[in-house]
């Protein structure tokens, strides 16, 4: 079902929209060359330098060597990255279940506390993210006022723990990266034609046959979006399992910062960083495929 | 502007885009071959004499908060001069700095890094003739009159000490530990012991426990250090450099701890009695921060000024109770050892240097393997 507006087919062409689309590819340099700049360029630079070395000093050197590739073959990088796809799928299905509702009650009962609604979700998320997660850590710390609010009303034990879990670590993950499933979901509901849900009614679907037959494919895109907008900086994080998790909740991360900083290894952390994105293009074909689908779908 | 003007195609943006950036990836690596410029002679002589007189303002270049502000305003008075701070946070965040070509006058890299940083002519020689104080340094701590990370400390002035030991709480699992490494391996601590986020600590401490050298890179050496920790692994609670917080906030009632951070904790926690401190009777790590004059340093002969003024004993005793760290300099023992006076194993003797268990820098390949062996302790 195609909610937003489509292009219609193009107009012939004059002397007007030609001079127009001048304009637009001049438009596009400054945003081209920034991207070209320090996205692509850098890029370019991590992945060249997959298969670079480090001089005695620990500086990298570019060069053509493979050493980096064959050690990722070791078993302890791909428990790690695994570990680290099921925490980032799990955060993305714990964000989409908490912020649909939050997303849907503001869009369509908000009235007109929407904005003040949305920005008082925004506002704390301008708060650099680590300052925020460390100061989780020491409220969810063993002495810290949560446990021991809980141990006095005796809804936990001496050795409940919250820090250095596996639960801990996601719920960093979903506490972090919520705001990505929110603002598309609000905005996918915002756009949605309400009159659809009356329409749903109208045909004697109940509230939730129309809320599963209407409401959530119309939205479906923005929860995509917010599903690739949550697993992705998930999936490379390294401060929730820094400051959240213990041994046995180490990520992909975690190790290519240790390879950057203390293990003076960039060659080998650019070729973890490469092995990282490869594992998300892929899953990012899949969400690819599935748009292009949908928007086959709609264009008939 | 017409709105049904066709973008871009994307193909055509993607092209463009890659075409530039590979050009830019082809320049970069042609020019040199190295990540980032690598002409030490750029950035000037190592060995010319620096003229001790006010050059400009002092732009200093440290971990944050590491020098009492006082001391500051009393340089910047006396010189009629500005001390420019910038804060580094981490050895490797500063090295990237300096290859970055930023200039500084003083910087204070670690006894490893001041190796590394000598060794890439990246240093100025310090005269010690020229400084009034030398003398309370080198001539009373003789380790560093010739240490083997600058010798005859020729481009460096010894900073701060400090060491690696376990730091517990009390008041969880007695007072009394048994002095040695394995005692993180207790069964009363065990789920809440932390080790540092440090892969020169936690591997040398394995190597201590099993008699090794601190440095080690033998294949079988990191073997048996991997097999050693791995035995640790179930009862850890983390990997974290933060002792100070996971102590005081109950997380760990067990942890590899440095030196300053338990000294800072004596000041700050409210009840510092169930607080202990041990160093291990294996030997415990030793490791330094120096004053270095970078090559390309605009006002060195300020940065020189600085220096004797930071060594005058009435400053040396300021620090000292500021940082909670202590400094190799003749008359300010008393100070430190009233400092740390519930923990006096945080004091840094001529003996603890005499065993010389510094981090050594070693060879690529052996930085390596120790990068393979950590990687394997902590991910398990």
Redesign the interface.
Known sequence: MALSKR?GP??PRNG??AS??R???WL?IPG?LW???FL??S???VA??AF????????????LNFDNIA?MA?P??R??LLRSLGYALLTCVICLVVAYPVAYAIALHGGRFKNLLIAAIVVPFFANYLVRMYGW??VL????PLLRALRATGLADGDT?I??TGPGVVAGLVYGFIVFMIIPLYAALERMDVSLIEAGRDLYGGPLRTFFYVTLPATRQGAAAGCVLVFLPAMGDFVSA?LM????Q?MIG??IQ?????????P?GSALTMLMMAVLFLGMLGYLRRTRKDEAEAAR | ??P?????SRRS?LR???G???G??LG??TAG????P?DPDAHGDPDAPINVRVDGDLVYFNWADFIDPAVFAGFEKEYGVKVIQSNFD?M??M?AKL?AGNRYDLIFPTAKWAQ?LT??RRLRRIDHTRLRHADSVFGEYSYFADPWYDPRSAHTVPFTMYKTGIGWRKDRIGDHLAGSWDDLWNVRAKGKVFVL????EVLGMGALKLGLGVSTDDGGDLDRITDTLQSL?PH????SSDSY?NL????AVMTQAWSGDMAAMLGQAKDPSVLGFEVAREGAPVNSDCYAIPTNARHPGTAMLFIDYMLRPENVKKNIEYIGYPMPVRGSEDTYAALVEPFPECLVTADDLKDDLFFR?G??KG??AR??A???V???
């Open positions: 292009p193009p107009r007007a929209s127009g689309s304009l637009w590819t596009m081209t991207m070209t700049g692509i360029a890029l370019v630079l060249a330098l670079g070395t480090t001089d005695p000093l620990g500086n990298p050197q570019f060069g050690a070791d302890a990088y428990a790690v850590s020491v710390s063993d002495d810290g723990k820090l250095q820094q998790g213990g041994p046995d180490i975690n190790l240790d390879k950057f900083f203390q293990g003076q290894n960039w080998l | 502007m017409s049904e003007a066709p973008p871009l943006f463009t885009g890659s530039a950036a590979l830019l990836g970069l690596t071959c190295g990540f980032l690598e981490s490797e965040g090295a290859n590394r060794a890439g986020d440090d892969r020169d692994r850890l609670r983390g990997f917080n005081l906030n109950g997380n820098n060879s690529s930085e390596r990068d393979t950590w990687t394997h902590k991910a398990g």
